[in-house]
């Protein structure tokens, strides 16, 4: 899958922590990942800060490999543009992130070649191909946490779309969320009502406490926790978040035809209730040609993003940019 050998900088840049490791890939083995750290993103003072964090990141794990590496790999929030490595958008979660030239500047300090693709491709793609869809000829992989994404993977290669954003599983339509508006303009999306925030906002407005009796403020573990032991709200809020995406899944299932679907992120990590609900609203919607395609946990974890990026420089993640 990867030449022998290889050693890439890998870097995952999120909204709150930017991750860096050394991945090692060659001769068809598990990639091996060295010298996992991370720092704040500090995303509120500017792009081009988070820029400099990203180059510092880079510089450690150059460092760890004696001076020689042989290439750049990085997984980034925000709409990129695989084929330059420039972000050309970013939500107010990263202000001034958008318009970084993120691909050319790694180039220029390192001297080696740099690949920039999306955290929910990177992720994707790391899975896909050394995680829960390895031997599998393709997976459609789902992220839930704070946000929902998606991407097709299809015998090693990402589904880009003519903007880059496809199989954008977030912002499908789903009965559950029927008239609830989302954050982007739109009305009815999955991703308001199934990701971690809308798990909580579903809680609190069924009567759920928003403090635990230790001061802190409930989060979703607590309400699955919850949920479990037949408190009412936790159990309205986790089904309808699990009942959706299963409706949803279904749906691309019945789109995509993959080998298998992988699971990952924080809200994946629910109990029964959460995925009791998921089987049911996926069992309303697949066709049963696909009905028994495996749905499977991400086994990668954190290192999924950095090993995705650092495969995406072996060997592109995208048809189009061959």
């Not at 050394?22 to 500017?46: I, N, S």
């Not at 220029?108 to 992720?123: I, L, Q, Y």
């Not at 925030?197 to 635990?212: D, N």
């Amino acid at each position: 899958m990867a030449e022998e050998g290889k050693k890439v900088i890998a870097i995952d840049i999120g909204g709150t922590k930017v991750a860096s490791a050394l991945v090692t890939l060659g001769d068809g083995q598990t990639p091996r990942v060295e010298g996992y750290g991370r720092r704040p993103t500090e995303a509120q003072l500017g792009g081009r800060h988070v820029l400099e964090v990203a180059l510092g990141s880079a510089r450690r794990v150059i460092e760890l490999a004696g001076g020689s590496v042989d290439g750049v790999g990085v997984s980034t929030g925000g709409v990129v543009d695989p084929r330059t490595g420039d972000i050309t958008y970013a939500n107010d979660m990263m202000p001034g992130w958008g318009g970084t030239h993120l691909g050319s500047e790694l180039e220029r300090a390192f001297g080696v070649p740099a690949r920039v693709m999306n955290d929910v491709h990177a992720h994707a793609f790391g899975e896909a191909s050394w995680g829960a869809g390895l031997g599998s000829d393709s997976a459609f992989v789902c992220a839930v946490g704070t946000g929902i994404g998606g991407a097709f993977v299809e015998h090693g290669r990402l589904l880009l779309g003519a903007h880059g954003a496809a199989a954008n599983i977030g912002h499908v339509t789903c009965t559950d969320a029927a008239g609830i508006p989302c954050q982007c303009g739109g009305v009815g999306h999955v991703e308001t009502i199934a990701c971690g925030p809308g798990i909580l906002a579903r809680y609190l407005e069924l009567g759920g406490v928003a403090t635990r009796p230790d001061g802190r403020p409930t989060d979703g573990a607590d309400i699955s926790r919850l949920a479990e032991t037949g408190d009412e709200a936790a159990i309205a809020a986790e089904s309808r978040s699990g009942h959706a995406l299963g409706e949803v899944l279904g749906s691309m299932v019945n789109m995509f035809d993959p080998d298998c679907v992988i699971l990952s992120g924080s809200v994946a990590k629910c109990g029964p209730v959460w995925h009791d609900a998921l089987g049911r609203g996926w069992a309303e919607v697949v066709m049963p040609p696909q009905a028994n395609t495996p749905v499977r946990s991400g086994t990668l974890g954190d290192a999924a993003p950095l090993i995705g990026a650092a495969q995406n420089v072996v060997s592109s993640a995208y048809v189009s940019l061959d």
